[in-house]
């Protein structure tokens, strides 16, 4: 019998496990090259189906599984032999993250006919299975582009977090066009790193030293609104922005029609239709997994898409009949709504995933003749914004004393330069309030949390406290914002995860993919 060489057996013995979870890009594929070469192998990739083929012949012993077919919990057949696991771990996460995970399945919630039952149901299931396949597989390291939200990639987080196994995640600071990356191995406890860069610079107390391009940034905040859209709001508005025009309806038939068409040709060929799905929508009166399948699913799906943005226009008319007409004279607090569902309000958000909750927090801790002004984020009236917005919620919201809703159309930096302060869950306005010299209160775990002038609020005792420093300390200080932007560029990554920023990245695409392995491979020295 052949025995290998002791190097090649200590090699073997040093490769580390690494799970990829919703890591659709090409940057990832770049990655496990720059991982494999320092003996680290992705044992485990969900990620889209265009990215199939490529992971299949690039990486053949990665177990890969369609993005689609992850939330449905139909697992790939490496995993066929796993049996559900209800033990301890089951336990921990059904009780300490059940507000999470249910309000997570809202995400999937497009008839508005899903249950409780049903979500029990895949709840109880999607914790079992990925219970049972952490600790059968156990990978060294798990890897989240972003704060995981998508539910089974919220249970591989939680699980790995119970099982003491290593995670990163990757957050944007959009400091265009200095991109910075920032990691952590757990959103809930912030951004270590550039924290203490911070204190290190604040105790320091000298003059801020940023770059050219983050200045240039800087200076366009402070400028007028359209200069400064982000770019992933920029191409959020222009889809919605004629989305419910004649020509937008004919728009999506046309494409409906053709990927009829074209799913036929696949089924004829005997190709799974249902692997090219990337997100997960209920259809009304078929269960989760069942939903929008088969050659005519897309067209169905389609058709109701229409419905729904129908639903969508008479919510826009009822919300501009409840607007007032916004007084700059006012004293006021600014309170934009977050965009749901998604990641900014849930699992970020914790309990203020339900912002009536924080708006009606701060109508308390306000004076009497102040305001809360809540506007709704326009690119809300889209494809799924019916999920997270009933036909009463606004009115709902006139019924918070001291609230009142105003007009998409008002200038959000108008807003923020005449508020007392701006409010959000996690959101850039609240990031854009800063620069511009505002205080701002966060109700959920952002990257800005850790920057002198915002007040991280659990509760209503810290809500009021926060109100009373806001009035006596009105304005934030720029330097204190500037150490806080050189920190971040100390101590973040240069480079980009989400496709939105990659034509503002001013470097290679090489070099990207190289500075988040690395990122990776030290996450594996932090300790428990």
């Not at 996460?93 to 979500?119: G, V």
Request: hydrophobic share 40%.
């Amino acid at each position: 019998m052949q025995t290998k060489h002791w190097d090649e057996m200590k090699k073997d013995c040093q490769i580390k496990k690494c799970f990829f979870v919703e890591c659709s890009s090409s940057l990832w594929l770049g990655v496990a090259k720059h991982l494999k070469q320092e003996n680290m192998e992705v044992t485990y990739w969900s990620a889209t189906a265009e990215f199939e083929n490529d992971i299949k012949n690039n990486f053949p012993n990665t177990i890969y599984q369609n993005c689609y077919q992850a939330k449905t919990l139909k697992m790939p057949e490496n995993f066929n032999n796993v049996r559900p696991l209800y033990d301890w771990a089951f336990n921990e996460i059904y009780l300490t993250q059940a507000q999470n995970l249910y309000s997570m399945c809202e995400r999937f919630n497009f008839s508005l006919d899903l249950n409780l039952y049903q979500m029990k149901k895949y709840l109880v299931k999607g914790i079992g299975l990925w219970n049972a396949i952490i600790q059968q597989y156990r990978p060294d390291i798990i890897v989240f582009p972003n704060v995981p939200h998508v539910v089974y990639d919220f249970i591989i987080f939680t699980l790995a977090r119970l099982h003491g196994i290593h995670t990163i995640m990757f957050e944007e600071t959009s400091l265009n066009p200095e991109m910075y990356v920032l990691t952590t191995s757990d959103f809930e406890k912030g951004f270590p790193r550039l924290k203490n860069k911070y204190h290190q610079l604040l105790k320091l107390n000298k003059k801020p030293v940023i770059s050219s391009g983050t200045q240039i940034y800087f200076n366009k905040i402070k400028a007028d609104y359209k200069g400064a859209l982000p770019p992933a709001e920029k191409e959020l508005r222009s889809t919605f922005d004629n989305i419910l025009s004649v020509k937008y309806f004919l728009q999506i038939m046309r494409y409906a029609i053709q990927f009829c068409i074209s799913a036929i040709l696949k089924s004829i060929k005997g190709e799974d239709f249902n692997r090219w799905k990337g997100a997960l929508s209920k259809q009304k009166g078929h269960n989760l997994d069942a939903s929008y399948q088969g050659v005519w699913g897309k067209f169905c799906y389609y058709l109701d898409t229409f419905k729904w943005k129908i639903n969508s226009d008479k919510r826009l008319s009822q919300y501009l009949k409840l607007c007032s007409q916004y007084n700059k004279n006012l004293k006021y607090v600014y309170f934009p709504l977050s965009v749901q569902p998604e990641r900014s309000s849930c699992p970020q958000g914790g309990i203020f995933v339900d912002i009536w909750l924080a708006i009606e927090m701060v109508s308390k801790a306000i004076p009497d003749d102040w305001v809360v002004y809540v506007k709704e984020h326009p690119v809300q009236w889209g494809l799924h914004g019916h999920i997270c917005r009933s036909s009463s919620y606004y009115a709902d919201l006139l019924q918070i004393p001291k609230v009142q809703l105003i007009s998409l159309v008002n200038d959000p930096f108008e807003i923020i330069d005449n508020a007392q302060a701006v409010a959000t869950i996690s959101g850039t306005t609240g990031w854009e309030a800063l620069v511009r010299g505002k205080p701002v209160i966060t109700f959920g775990k952002t990257w800005y949390n850790d920057c002198i002038g915002v007040r991280h609020i659990k509760d209503e005792a810290e809500c009021t406290r926060a109100i009373n420093h806001i009035i006596k300390n009105p304005r934030v200080e720029e330097k204190l914002i500037k150490l806080f932007v050189q920190a971040i560029e100390e101590s973040g990554v240069p480079g980009f995860v989400d496709i939105y920023y990659q034509d503002i990245w001013q470097g290679s695409h090489e070099q990207n993919e190289k500075n988040i392995a690395e990122q990776i491979i030290s996450a594996l020295n932090i300790r428990y």
